[in-house]
């Protein structure tokens, strides 16, 4: 469980991320469209785990070049939280794998055959 630190300083980090794709890092992201969906910060505050959820599945292309340009992103985030912060975390992109997983589940429950209750199921059930 995070403590309250904690939490404060990932909801800092995913807010200035989120600036920092719409307006700073285009040449990073191109067109892309970028969703910080959560951040996850160690204990020491060192490490920031960052999950980034992308509205098209050809954008994964994106996700790899935002990997290698980590430290430029780093230095964004530095700029933006140097001054409130000790020290800037190092940080660690993920797919964030959410929308398409609840996607496949609709698909999936979708595609069951559940036959309907007949009458006499539904009597006996009264009783």
Do not use: C, W
Not at 52 to 66: E, G, H, I, N
Request: no cysteine; net charge negative.
């Amino acid at each position: 469980m995070e403590s309250k630190r904690q939490q404060k300083y990932s909801k800092l980090i995913q807010k200035e991320l989120g600036e920092i794709f719409q307006k700073e890092g285009k040449h990073l992201i191109g067109s892309a469209f970028i969703t910080v969906a959560r951040v996850m910060v160690s204990q020491d505050l060192s490490l920031a785990r960052v999950y980034l959820s992308f509205l098209m599945d050809k954008d994964k292309a994106v996700f790899d070049t935002l990997n290698k340009k980590k430290s430029e992103l780093r230095k964004h985030l530095g700029n933006r939280i140097g001054k409130s912060v000790r020290v800037v975390p190092e940080i660690a992109l993920f797919l964030d794998e959410s929308a398409s997983y609840a996607q496949h589940m609709d698909a999936v429950i979708s595609k069951l055959d559940i036959p309907e209750a007949s009458e006499d199921d539904e009597d006996e059930e009264e009783d």
